[in-house]
């Protein structure tokens, strides 16, 4: 069974599932989830309007009881966004809240509505979730994800953090990404353990869930960095059995203060939407500031250059493949709006099971992995998040005042990386660019500064060289 806790002899849980205020005992959670499953049976693909609630975790866990496939929407996307996704995944109708002038019909999830009915386990092969993620231009791709893919992820984590029922997973990140998704609420589904959502990942949540109990903690690297400027809040979490940080470079000097201020050396974890986590340190194992550990069980990874492998010295830096069972087979195809040609954007996936990850990495004799960058610098990753240049570009371009643009993501001391918007055209308010960015996509992937400029840099080819820019 994927999630034991749903098992009908499961013991329950007084708190299996708290999102805020909210508390959902493991009957409460299966009841309800399993009446959502019975109104949606039959049903192909379903969006999920994917905000920080206990309905989110209902639609999602409705759909995985009954073999739908969810698509996880980000709560605050634009009209352009939304399209693309709901077009793309073919979603058929939203489950739970929808966004004010859908078209699509929507499913209500009803929190206190109960079933017991039993569901046949769908099969290991289908698709359990489809996930958004962008690429270096054009619109986000989606990643399919089956069960068995989602089994094999989570129990090689557990494998490596030794993360058990007994275990109270506490984090704030968002409901649509693999790492507040699937590690931060399937995860405690998958062990049968308890989940504490904080709704948002603030020092002061995290704290309070500590004095509360929670066992284990997830943030992305800025949330890291908060907690560390905050020495109270950071000297709750010494209780705490575990601290989790990946999605993005955890900074040495954040691993430092983590560590002086709760007696707690951070494990670092290393994964892509496209593959799952794939590398991490482990609890019984090194915690090396500013490298992210070792494959995970089933996982095996290489580094090349062209078609040479490069040795594993720990200092030759080369390109970082994987593979494993936890890994997605293949984004879904894509079509030119235009002309309706479909796109092939699976050229990352490679033979013999490996995929091309976009990162550059060293590994040591030991097979200890740093991940150094990545290949694409139009590939920013902001507070965790992965944004494409590209898209923020295209929108850009849309607003009259613009006439070239270049986009790139400038290093952060919170952020990791800030986005910033090298605008060629008539001076606007930035507010007024910013802000189209922010209501055409969504909010994280708005520029956080804006610099007009007389011209961008260009090499003979009349191709903006963004090495140049900053
Ligand atoms: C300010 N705001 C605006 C604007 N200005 N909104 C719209 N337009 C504007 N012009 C508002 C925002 O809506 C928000 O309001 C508030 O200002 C703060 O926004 P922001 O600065 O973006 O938030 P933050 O608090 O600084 O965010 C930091 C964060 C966040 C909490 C760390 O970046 C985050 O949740 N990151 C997690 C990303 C993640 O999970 N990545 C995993 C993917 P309000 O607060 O009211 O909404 S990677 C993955 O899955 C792989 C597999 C992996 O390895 O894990
Ligand atoms: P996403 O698909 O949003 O999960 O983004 C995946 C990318 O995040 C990877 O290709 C890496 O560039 C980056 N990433 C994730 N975890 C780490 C980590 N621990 N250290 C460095 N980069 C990371």
Not at 31 to 52: K, Q
Not at 158 to 167: F, G, M, P
Not at 172 to 190: A, E, M, T, Y
Not at 385 to 400: N, S
């Amino acid at each position: 069974m994927l999630f034991p806790t749903l098992s009908p002899t499961a013991p329950d849980l007084p708190d299996a599932v708290t999102v805020g205020d909210d508390r959902l005992s493991r009957e409460d959670l299966v009841g309800a989830a399993t009446a959502v499953a019975e109104r949606i049976a039959g049903a192909r693909t379903l969006a999920v309007l994917a905000r920080p609630s206990t309905d989110t975790v209902l639609a999602i866990v409705g759909c995985l009881i009954a073999g739908v496939t969810a698509v996880p929407v980000p709560p605050d996307s634009g009209p352009r966004e939304l399209d693309h996704i709901l077009t793309n995944s073919g979603a058929q109708a939203w489950l739970g809240a929808a966004p004010d002038d859908t078209s699509l019909p929507v499913i209500p999830v009803r929190r206190y509505a109960r079933s017991w009915h039993r569901h046949p386990e769908p099969p290991g092969t289908s698709t359990a979730l489809i996930l958004y993620t962008s690429g270096t231009t054009g619109a986000p791709k989606g990643v399919p994800l089956t069960r068995d893919a989602i089994a094999a992820g989570l129990d090689a984590l557990a494998d490596a953090w030794r993360w058990t029922a007994d275990d109270v997973l506490a984090h704030g990140l968002p409901l649509f990404h693999v790492h507040g998704l699937i590690l931060g609420v399937l995860g405690p589904l998958r062990r049968a353990g308890r989940l504490v959502h904080t709704v948002k990942p603030t020092p002061q949540a995290y704290a309070g869930a500590a004095e509360d109990g929670a066992t284990m903690f997830f943030g992305v690297p800025t949330v890291w960095t908060r907690v560390s400027a905050e020495p109270a809040a950071a000297q709750a979490l010494s209780s705490a059995r575990l601290l989790v940080s990946g999605s993005a470079p955890l900074p040495v000097p954040v691993f430092d203060a983590i560590h002086a201020r709760t007696g707690h050396e951070i494990v670092e974890r290393y994964g892509m939407t496209e593959t799952m986590i794939t590398v991490s340190t482990r609890v019984d194992g090194e915690r090396r500031p500013g490298w992210v550990g070792l494959p995970l069980l089933g996982v095996d990874t290489r580094l090349r250059e062209g078609d040479s492998d490069v040795p594993h010295d720990g200092q030759s830096v080369g390109d970082l493949h994987v593979r494993g069972p936890m890994m997605s087979t293949g984004y879904l195809p894509s079509t030119v709006p235009a002309t309706g040609t479909r796109i092939d954007l699976n050229e990352s996936w490679l033979d013999e099971g490996f995929f091309a990850t976009g990162d550059v990495a060293v590994i040591d004799p030991d097979g200890m992995h740093r991940i150094v960058g990545r290949r694409a610098t139009d590939l920013i990753k902001s507070g965790g998040y992965r944004i494409g240049a590209g898209e923020i570009e295209t929108v850009l371009l849309g607003h009259p005042a613009v006439d070239e643009v270049a986009v790139i993501g400038v290093p952060d001391d919170d952020l990791g990386q800030r986005i910033v918007a090298y605008v060629v055209g008539e001076r606007v308010r930035d507010s007024e660019l910013i802000d189209l960015v922010s209501t055409e996509l969504s909010h994280h992937k708005r520029p956080r500064e804006i610099r007009f400029v007389e011209g961008l840099p260009r090499n003979a080819m009349g191709k903006v060289q963004k090495k140049l820019l900053d």
